[in-house]
């Protein structure tokens, strides 16, 4: 019993853990707040100035 | 990219040529300055020669372009053109003559093709004291010590490219069956050679190892995909030899290796073909980097004196990302007066801009010194160098319909009021 609560326990801290490192790292983290602008992609060639 | 050699650059390099270049279908704003030193093998390079090396460059910074070097002798292969290339002792001589003219233009070197050895300076028929199909180590020493010239005498924040992967896994010791570290995120754009040693191929999908560029096959094709990512890559074809040259294959190869620059010109039959069958469209609108911006998120109501923040969601849609130092700044212009409020952004490096992603970063200031009222904002990816950082042909265009202010190389986000 007591081994079955600790193995529990432990893939509870590890999904807990693994939750916490998505929030973090993940690209969808949530946008700020505030006035949302958005722009029309062209086909243009462009001139580059190959930086 | 337009190819020039050393007579081709007498004739044509001056700005109004480069200024209508610019105009053209394909918008032309890079050259491969060739420069065939074939007279001075055994002797100094003599001052009129230097002299067109300085108004070449001077012509680039005034007509908007910028240029990729190669020094080299002989522009044939063929044993009656040897000796292919000059002795060390000659080469090293030449390196140090150059050398002051690469300092002082590095504004407009986009990077610098190694080059000296061999016939078209791409070190394979290559004589004169440096080992043809080299084997043993000290067979390379010759050549990493004008490798090693070269680094030294290009500026510390340009690029030198080497003809085929094999030679820069050679180098840094990566060859036989030493296990192969290309460049890491974490390593790019420092003063190292693993750092600044980038790449060129001149045979470019014209056989199945691009005739001798992969002799080593997939672990040097794995490297230089992985390696250019932080360094530049181009060149030309060679041969056609389908399926290799065609030209769905071409924009795939183009894509893994991070293709900047390609020569347009050469060879007519490969680059035709695209043209014909609307490749070269494609490669036209991918070469180097092309950043769309699909979003910005603003600080609402911002006031003067307080902090501004703007978040911005970014694509490069381009084959590479800029791999030469790229100034970020936001600018404010006030409606009412002009009155302009730059802020330099130090901590965003468009360089890790890679292409196939999407990139989220936000740019922050503090509105000191600003008045209330209604300014236009703006985001200004100028050259970091102060001789072109205002200079609009050397600014980054965002590749988003009504954005572009053609006068300052500003991008127009959106009009903010200031309270």
Known sequence: MKRIFIIHYSLFIIAVAFCMAMTACTPNAPEPQGTTVTFEESDEILHLCRS | ?419
Not at chain 2, 26 to 51: C, G, R, V, W
Request: charged residues 25%; hydrophobic residues 35%.
């Open chain 2, 1 to 419: 990219m337009r190819y020039y050699t050393s007579a081709d650059l007498e004739a044509h390099a001056n700005a109004n040529t480069l200024k209508n270049n610019r105009e053209t279908p394909a918008k032309l704003t890079l050259y491969l300055h060739s420069y065939y030193l074939t007279d001075y093998m055994e002797s100094d390079i003599p001052q009129a020669f230097l002299n067109r090396l300085e108004t070449n460059m001077n012509a680039l910074r005034e007509g908007g372009a910028k240029a990729i070097l190669r020094f080299s002798y002989k522009s044939s292969m063929g044993t009656s053109a040897q000796p292919w290339n000059a002795t060390p002792e000659w080469i090293h001589r030449h390196i140090d003559q150059v050398a002051p003219y690469l300092k002082k233009h590095a504004d407009v070197i986009l990077c610098v093709q190694c080059g000296w050895l061999g016939s078209w300076g791409e070190w394979y028929y290559v004589d004169n004291g440096f080992k043809f199909n080299p084997s043993r180590d000290a067979d390379f020493e010759p050549r990493w010590e004008v490798l090693e010239h070269m680094l030294r005498a290009v500026p510390e924040d340009r690029q030198v490219a080497l003809r085929i992967p094999a030679y820069k896994m050679r180098y840094l010791k990566m060859h036989g069956d030493t296990a192969m570290t290309p460049l890491s995120a974490e390593e790019a754009y420092q003063n190292t050679p693993k750092a600044r040693i980038c790449g060129h191929n001149d045979c470019f999908v014209s056989s199945s190892n691009d005739v001798g560029t992969y002799n080593g096959g997939n672990k040097e094709r794995n490297f230089w995909a992985a390696d250019t990512k932080y360094t530049f890559m181009g060149g030309e074809t060679c041969e056609k030899k389908m399926p290799y040259s065609g030209g769905e294959y071409a924009i795939k190869e183009m894509e893994k290796y991070h293709w900047t620059y390609l020569n347009r010109d050469y060879r007519e039959e490969v680059t035709g073909m695209w043209r014909a069958d609307g490749t070269m469209d494609t490669i036209l609108h991918r070469l180097g980097y092309r950043f769309v911006l699909d979003k910005a998120i603003l600080t609402p109501a911002p006031k003067a004196g307080n902090s501004f923040e703007a978040y911005f969601q970014l694509r490069n849609v381009g084959f590479a990302a800029p791999n030469n130092k790229r100034a970020v700044e936001l600018v404010f212009v006030n409606a009412a007066s002009g009155r302009k409020h730059v802020f330099p952004q130090t901590a965003a490096d468009p360089r890790f801009w890679l292409p196939g992603e999407l990139h989220k970063f936000t740019l922050a200031c503090t509105l000191s010194d600003m008045e209330p009222g209604q300014y236009k904002l703006y985001l200004n990816l100028p050259d970091p160098y102060p001789s072109i950082h205002d200079n609009p042909y050397f600014s980054i265009r965002l590749a988003n319909k009504n954005m572009w202010d053609e006068a300052t190389g500003y991008n127009f986000i959106a009009t903010v009021n200031v309270e």
